[in-house]
């Protein structure tokens, strides 16, 4: 069965640090990779995805992944995190076949947080 | 960006009644909803997938006699919780998409059963 595991459950940054969270999935074929976001008190809001392409995608707000197939891996990364960025972070993987946002796979997230 | 909505966002009952969540896409049509479920401190688990007009599609082990789900318009879609029990104490999230297209989500709706 496909699966998605973050490796950070929790993650505390100063502002101005670099940021990487990682994420690795288990599935054979074609992938569609997501990362979403939720901050606190809101629902989960799209952050990046990959469908084809370049394999490093930069979404909002400064953030990027990078789709490393070898690795079955699609970390994101942020070269100086805010404040604002104090949120917890979930990477999906897409388990059909045929690709698209349906019958997302979603890992246990990583709530990141950010002292000034 | 699409808006979608869920309510009740808390809701208490007591062990043996059934209780309906709904989701709503407040302004655009949604022709696909899904439904999660999110446990302390792990990931969401889709629980099954709605068309609308159409027969819910329900993940493995997901009892589908137990949760009900309807989408009979393209704006709405209800998951009815039945003869709830406090393992079913839960957040259940839903979301809304159009063909292919993006999921939207809503705020989730915290299920306590007593």
């Known amino acids: 069965a496909q699966s998605v595991s973050q490796h950070n459950h929790h993650v505390i940054l100063s502002e101005a640090a670099s940021l990487e969270l990682g994420c690795n999935y288990s599935?054979?074929?074609?992938?569609?990779l997501f990362w979403y976001v939720q901050y606190p008190g809101q629902h989960l809001q799209l952050l990046l995805k990959?469908?084809?392409?370049?394999?490093l995608v930069k979404g909002i707000k400064g953030f990027e992944a990078e789709f490393i197939k070898s690795k079955f891996s699609f970390n994101l990364r942020k070269p100086s995190v805010q404040w604002s960025d104090t949120a917890e972070y979930f990477c999906?993987?897409?388990?059909?076949?045929?690709?698209?946002?349906?019958?997302?796979?979603f890992g246990a997230g990583t709530r990141l947080a950010v002292h000034p | 960006g699409a808006v979608v909505s869920q309510h009740p966002s808390r809701v208490i009952c007591k062990s043996g009644t059934s209780v309906k969540i709904e989701c709503r896409s407040l302004?655009?049509?949604?022709?696909?909803m899904f439904w999660y479920r999110q446990f302390p401190k792990q990931s969401l688990m889709l629980m099954a997938t709605s068309n609308e007009g159409s027969k819910a599609t329900y993940e493995q082990g997901v009892e589908k006699d137990k949760f009900l789900i309807n989408h009979a318009s393209l704006t709405l879609s209800t998951l009815t919780v039945t003869s709830a029990h406090p393992e079913d104490s839960s957040f259940y999230i839903c979301?809304?998409?159009?063909?292919?297209?993006?999921?939207?989500f809503g705020p989730g709706t915290r299920l306590t059963v007593t």
């Open positions: 990959y469908f084809s392409g370049d394999p």
């Open positions: 302004d655009f049509q949604a022709t696909t």
């Open positions: 999906a993987v897409n388990a059909l076949p045929s690709g698209g946002y349906n019958k997302l796979i």
């Open positions: 979301s809304a998409s159009q063909t292919g297209g993006e999921q939207y």
């Open positions: 599935y054979g074929g074609t992938v569609n």
